[in-house]
């Protein structure tokens, strides 16, 4: 966990103090909405179809069991009950009241959490691997850097009015779970020739209406050298992002414009101009904010304890562990992915009793840590393997052991049409579904590793683009249709995928997802060939085929 | 989010009401036939041109303290006078959404 300082406690509180007086003036009529959306959107207040909707940052998708608790008290006192966890590390709330708002930030504010930057065209929450500090092999905690990034870009004046949102995602494993390459900025810390640390820069990635992969920048920028590469980056973005267009605002699209080459040399010229200044990183500071950071005090623990050895004569139990349970950088550890996608219910949500019950379950057995990941499911990030079975028995007690990480029922999707103003079709009734189909855990464990994504309309929250399979929701004469894509992934081998043909109505598409898993079955060359492999050797048309000879 | 700048260059096909969402709370409402906000759909004052609808509309929008978000929709009405919601998304916006919520209210 990081530990905040007086200065963030007292940005936090300021900023608390700020918006409710915005909210008073607004209900008070002396700020019309035209004045107050630019400060709401900057506080993470949205107005969706039913209500208001707040977004709280989860920076680099870390939380504690107390900040936990206290999301749990918001979601119980001030909303309905629950919150969504997004694509980005952060939790929506869905029924918020603008009246009540102040007081949901200020009980947040008591535990470090807010929600500055969750909208608006500035630099979003930073979001990281939410393995970070416990995956086996990684080069260095990425947090260290992030929180980094998330104390320059917090506020900072030059970049508060960008010409479009701006986005921040670090990791530091060879494989990519932070969807980096789908990034205003993507950032992979790893080791150049003479073994120093720094980070390759991604930049011009993103998805919406005009998706693209990130492309690399600059192979090598050292750690002191960050800040000053970044700082040059967003200025350039600054100068010359198209704010004419809105559809034509983000970086991606000058990125692309200008091609990468020219785009480059233009934050080199300006990079070169600053690079030895103000902006350049002492050890020192970074090893103040490395010092903030602590970490468990490990045990030195058998790889398999007689716990574990009776637990698996289980096989409900050895389900969820060969599902859910995956390697951790310490003898005797294990990190424990919580899938929040149930079978029938929505992805990516969690009542408050099950936050508060999990922040318990944190305390007893993950050193009170839980994380966040962009996958719409949380992790216990230390946890000691002879408690596994025990852990797995309270996690089933509150319907939080589900074994279905990164199986094909893992599905992403954003709240779409039965909540979001944007959305042009609905998103969760369709995951519900899927979810039902391949409920069979034999089954989707023979289908094996397979992503679906989906998304309510063009704007992609739900990262339908890099879906193995994507859902795109659309409006035909009033009707929902969707079109799927094939091939799509957000990892370090990140593709877009690729349309399979015409849209398909609201109740075709359960079907069609299941043909298409069926042709997979049939079609891969060994068992452990994955759906997205399968599609990068054969193209879409066989699926195509299938999906498309009977309709 | 329609803007109500680019609604106005609509032409309603069929009846209209005005719809918005309410300042403080975020709650649904419909302008009324009174000039007043209220969260039943039957309520709702219905325009049937497009003249009247970009003056409901007019009146709507600048009651900026009472609601936010103020556009034209359309509805259906049913043989028996009831007004209903004229497509899915104010479907939803009546009657919430089409899934169970994790916590029942």
Redesign the interface.
């Known amino acids: 966990m990081y530990a905040y300082d007086e200065i963030d406690r007292t940005l936090v509180n300021e900023r608390v103090a700020e918006f409710r007086d915005q909210v008073k003036r607004r209900l008070s009529g002396e700020l019309t909405e035209d004045e107050f959306k630019m400060l709401r959107l900057q506080n993470g207040v949205y107005l969706q179809l039913h209500a208001y909707m707040f977004r709280v940052a989860i920076p680099y998708g870390t939380l504690s069991s107390k900040q936990l608790r206290r999301l749990a008290h918001v979601a119980r006192r001030y909303d309905r009950g629950y919150g969504h966890f997004t694509t980005r590390q952060n939790i929506q709330f869905n029924w918020i009241k603008l009246a009540e708002l102040p007081d949901a930030l200020a009980d947040l504010a008591e535990v470090g959490i807010h929600a500055m930057q969750t909208s608006g065209n500035n630099t979003r929450n930073v979001t990281s691997d939410q393995w970070a500090g416990v995956a086996p092999g990684e080069i260095e905690d990425p947090r260290i850097w992030s929180e980094i990034l998330r104390q320059y870009t917090t506020l900072h004046p030059e970049f508060s009015f960008l010409p479009r949102k701006f986005k921040f995602a670090i990791t530091a494993s060879a494989h990519d779970r932070a969807a980096i390459k789908i990034h205003d900025i993507g950032l992979r810390l790893h080791k150049n020739e003479a073994g120093e640390t720094g980070f390759e820069v991604l930049v011009g990635g993103g998805l919406g209406r005009t998706p693209f992969i990130g492309k690399t920048i600059k192979p090598f920028v050292h750690g002191r050298d960050l800040l000053s590469y970044v700082e040059a980056i967003m200025r350039v973005y600054n100068q010359y992002g198209r704010r004419d267009n809105i559809y034509k605002a983000r970086i991606k699209i000058l990125v692309h414009e200008l091609g990468i080459e020219k785009f480059a040399a233009e934050v080199e010229e300006e990079w070169q101009q600053m690079r030895d200044g103000a902006l350049k990183l002492d050890d020192e500071v970074v090893e103040d904010i490395r010092s903030r950071f602590s970490y468990p005090a490990y045990e030195k623990l058998p790889h398999m304890p007689d716990e574990l050895r009776k637990a698996a004569q289980d096989p409900k139990f050895e389900a969820w562990r060969t599902n859910s349970v995956f390697p951790h950088k310490v003898r005797g550890y294990a990190i424990v992915a919580i899938s929040l996608k149930p079978v029938g219910g929505p992805p990516g949500d969690a009542t408050a009793d099950q936050m508060d019950a999990l922040a318990d379950i944190a305390d007893k057995y993950s050193f009170g840590e839980i994380r966040v990941g962009h996958e719409q499911n949380l992790a216990l990030p230390h946890i000691a393997r002879r408690d596994l079975p025990a852990l797995w028995k309270a996690l089933d007690k509150i319907g939080l052991a589900t074994p279905n990480v990164n199986l094909v029922s893992d599905i992403i999707a954003c709240p779409g049409l039965d909540y979001c103003s944007l959305a042009n079709a609905r998103s969760i009734p369709i995951a519900q579904e899927l979810t039902r189909r391949f409920a069979n855990h034999d089954t989707a464990n023979l289908i094996g590793r397979l992503h679906i994504n989906i998304s309510g309309c063009i704007n992609a929250c739900g990262h339908h683009h890099v879906g193995h399979i994507g859902i795109l929701g659309v409006e035909k004469n009033g009707e929902e249709f969707y079109q799927i894509t094939i091939g799509g992934r957000a990892d370090e081998q990140a593709e877009l995928g690729v349309l399979i043909g015409p849209a398909v109505k609201y109740g075709e598409v359960a079907d069609v997802i299941e043909d298409i898993v069926e042709a997979y079955l049939a079609l891969r060359a060994r068992p452990d060939e994955l759906f997205v492999d399968t599609v990068k050797r054969l193209g879409v048309e066989p699926f195509r085929e299938r999906v498309y000879a009977t309709r | 989010?329609t803007s109500p700048l680019e609604q106005k260059k609509i032409r309603i096909a069929g009846p209209s009401i005005v719809t918005a969402?309410r300042?403080?709370?975020?709650?649904?409402i419909y302008r009324t036939a009174g000039r007043a906000w209220s969260p039943e759909l039957s309520d709702a004052a219905i325009v049937r041109t497009s003249g009247d609808a970009r003056a409901l509309l007019a009146e709507s929008v600048a009651d900026?303290?009472g609601a936010?978000?103020a556009y034209i929709a359309p509805v259906e009405i049913d043989d028996g006078g009831r007004i209903e919601p004229g497509?899915?998304?104010e479907q939803?916006?009546r009657s919430?959404?089409?899934?169970g919520?994790?916590?029942q209210?």
């Open positions: 989010m969402n300042t403080w709370d975020g709650a649904v900026d303290l936010i978000g497509n899915l998304r939803i916006r919430g959404v089409t899934i919520l994790p916590v209210v």
